[in-house]
C-alpha cells in the first residue's frame, strides 16, 4: 500500500452518464495529481493541484471536471465521456517543496479502470 | 520522440540474469525518477536520481544518469520472477517558480523474468 487510495477501482458507464472518480491520500502531502493511462501511450499528467488550488491543466476535454475539496481528498466528475477515454486513471500525491526548486516522489494510488460503452 | 523514453519496450530474461533498461530524453532536468507498475496498478517509486549525480544504488537497483548525453539507465542484479513489471522512467524538469511536480513519464519497457 502507497497510503493513497482510488474507488471504484473498476467503472463501466454509458456515454450519457455522470459519474465520479475519488482519491484519498493519507500521507500528509499538499499536491495532488490526475493521471489518464491509455494503451500504448505514456502516462499522461491532466491535473495538477497544490495547496487545493489547480496549478496544471493540460489541455483537458471540459468533459473530466476535478475538485479538490481540501488536501487529502481529490475528485475526477465525469459527463458525456467519449468511447477513447476509457483508460486506467491514477491519481498521485506528494510532498510539494513549493518552490526548493526539487521534487519529491509521487506516490500513486491502484487506479480506476473506466470503460465507456 | 517524447521525453523520457524507455529502451528496450520489452525485455524477456531469466531469473538471475541482470536486467538493464535505458531512457533517454531532450531536455534539462532536476532529476530522474524510475518507477515499476505490475499489470494494471499503480504505479510505485524505485529510485530518484538529481541531476547533479552519476549513479546512485538501492539494493538491487542501480541507476546511472549521463545527463551530457540525457540519458540514464536502470540495472536489476539477480532478477527474480517477482521483478516481472512494466518499468517507467519519468523526467522532472519543473521551473522552481512552479507548484506541483512536472514528470514526463516514458512508455515504459517490459520486463518478464522466466523462472
Known amino acids: 500500500e502507497t497510503g493513497v487510495t482510488q474507488t471504484p477501482r473498476h467503472l463501466v458507464m454509458g456515454m450519457t452518464n455522470k459519474k465520479s472518480l475519488k482519491c484519498e491520500q493519507h500521507l500528509g502531502h499538499n499536491a495532488m495529481y490526475w493521471y489518464k493511462q491509455s494503451a500504448k501511450k505514456p502516462l499522461e499528467l491532466m491535473f495538477v493541484?497544490?495547496?487545493?488550488?489547480?496549478?496544471e491543466n493540460n489541455s483537458v476535454p471540459s468533459r473530466f471536471s476535478p475538485e479538490c475539496p481540501n488536501s487529502s481528498h481529490l475528485f475526477l466528475h465525469l459527463h458525456t465521456l467519449q468511447p477513447e477515454d476509457s483508460a486506467l486513471y491514477l491519481c498521485?500525491?506528494?510532498?510539494?517543496?513549493?518552490?526548493?526548486?526539487?521534487?519529491?516522489?509521487?506516490?500513486f494510488g491502484p487506479g480506476t479502470r473506466l470503460t465507456v460503452l | 520522440s517524447q521525453q523520457g523514453e524507455e529502451d528496450p519496450q520489452a525485455l524477456s530474461i531469466q531469473e538471475g540474469e541482470n536486467a538493464t533498461m535505458n531512457c533517454s530524453y531532450k531536455t534539462s532536468i532536476n532529476n530522474l525518477q524510475w518507477y515499476r507498475q505490475n499489470s494494471g496498478r499503480g504505479l510505485v517509486h524505485l529510485i530518484l536520481i538529481r541531476s547533479n549525480e552519476r549513479e546512485k544504488h538501492s539494493g538491487r537497483l542501480r541507476v546511472t544518469l549521463d545527463t551530457s548525453k540525457k540519458s540514464s539507465s536502470l540495472l536489476i542484479t539477480a532478477s527474480r520472477a517477482a521483478d516481472t513489471a512494466s518499468y517507467f522512467c519519468?523526467?522532472?524538469?519543473?521551473?522552481?517558480?512552479?507548484?506541483?511536480?512536472?514528470?514526463?513519464f516514458g512508455e515504459g519497457t517490459q520486463l518478464t523474468v522466466n523462472p
Open positions: 493541484y497544490s495547496l487545493e488550488e489547480r496549478v
Open positions: 498521485a500525491s506528494s510532498q510539494d517543496p513549493l518552490g526548493g526548486g526539487h521534487t519529491d516522489t509521487q506516490y
Open positions: 519519468a523526467t522532472d524538469a519543473r521551473k522552481q517558480e512552479t507548484s506541483g511536480s512536472r514528470l514526463t
